[in-house]
């Protein structure tokens, strides 16, 4: 398993007539969980420490995003800011 934790989003679900219509944040996780009958020479079915990637990529593009349904109404004025 390897979990990256807290990661702040803001979203909101255009169609919900209460609070999840409205504008507001969460903390993510993010559980990958590795399986395989065959290990590398170091008996790693994944070596954690060759993921470092994937922090890269949460940090550049989930750290504080702003998350959109596809037929959310504000979606474009919000993404041509």
Known sequence: FK?????????????????????????????FEFGSTTFDKYGFIVDLGDLKYIQEWIDTHLDHAFLFNHDDPIKDVYMST
Do not use: E, V, W
């Open 3 to 31: 979990t990256y934790t807290d990661i702040p989003i803001a979203h909101r679900q255009s169609a919900h007539n209460g609070h999840c219509g409205l504008i507001h944040g969460h903390n993510l996780t993010i559980t």
